[in-house]
């Protein structure tokens, strides 16, 4: 399964973007019983995990995007998303998606920059 990230681009603060997120290649029971993850990489940083989505639908997130960004996800296009609200230059990045065990094939990632 590849991951495929789509929808980042160039905001101004403050804007809004929504991310998605395909499974390419998943079967709809892989897809739809499986924890789904975000991940950012801001320029020279590390990797780090920022929202979460159970199978069941209940989420977690991390402090620096909690209030601003909501994880959703739609099974039967084996698809999650992000929405992005009140962007701030810090959350300029490149954004990944993943299986919560991170078993899938990494994407290339979709650039968010946000200018202040």
């Known amino acids: 399964v590849q991951m495929v990230e789509s929808g980042g681009g160039l905001v101004q603060g403050g804007g809004s973007l929504k991310l998605s997120c395909l499974a390419r290649?998943?079967?709809?029971?892989?897809?739809?019983?499986?924890?789904m993850d975000w991940y950012r990489q801001p320029p020279g940083k590390q990797r780090e995990l920022i929202a979460s989505i159970s199978n069941r639908g209940n989420t977690n997130y991390a402090d620096s995007v909690k209030g601003r960004f909501t994880i959703s996800r739609l099974n039967a296009k084996r698809t999650f998303y992000l929405d992005m609200n009140n962007l701030k230059p810090e959350d300029t990045a490149v954004y990944y998606c993943?299986?919560?065990?991170?078993?899938?094939?990494w994407g290339q990632g979709t650039q968010v920059t946000v200018a202040s």
């Open positions: 290649g998943s079967i709809l029971s892989d897809f739809s019983g499986n924890a």
């Open positions: 993943n299986r919560h065990d991170g078993n899938w094939s």
